[in-house]
């Protein structure tokens, strides 16, 4: 049985650990993807094509879909993914205001737009890997790839490049082929580095009913295939 400083140790650094992989994701959303114009897959990809189609806004769509990626997220995962994802979303949204706060601080790499997409790669792998081994999710794209890794039985990398690759493919549909393969450059890199990063049954099922209705929470559940 764990002594409370030892509780106190491990909470420290699971949320530790999920703050500081929000705060790289958001270092190279903002300081490589704002400025090389790398297109996103996922939620993200998916609220700018509504909007280029439909006219709809990105923050309109972008929240249903969160809200409805959490909801889902909750339903399956149990009630510590919804907290965890709260805490990382609100860390996300915390250091992208600081990092926007101070200005750009690389250099714009939208002239090499190949580089640009490796360096935005390793910036999101490395920073959504360590939110979702903590069992985190810093938006709507990380619950949705941890749900679709739950349920087929991936690897969580597979799920993040299907939904990633699938909106990719529709924006198409009005982005040049050259910004889509740059940016199926990013969503290889950073999945597999998610995947590397992740650690077995990071982000398992983590609540379960039992006879009396009341809820169990498990530490972890494996779905890495």
Known sequence: MQTKSQQLKQSFLHYGTMLLGVAILAFGLFNVHSQSKITEGGVL????LLHHWL???PGISGLV???TCYFIGFRMLGK?????AIFSSIGFSVCYNLYE?????LPNLGGRPLLAAVVGGLFVGIGVGLV?????ASGGDDALAMIIAKNARCRISKAYFLTDFVVL?????YIPFKNILCSLVTVTISSFLIDKLQKPAAFAETASSNKDGTEQEEDSTDVSA
């Open 45 to 48: 990809g998916m609220t700018l």
């Open 101 to 105: 706060a101070y200005g750009y601080v």
């Open 80 to 84: 510590a993914f919804l907290k965890n």
């Open 169 to 173: 493919m529709l924006s198409l549909s």
């Open 65 to 67: 879909m969160d809200i």
């Open 132 to 136: 979702v081994r903590e069992g985190g």
């Open 55 to 57: 006219g709809i806004t």
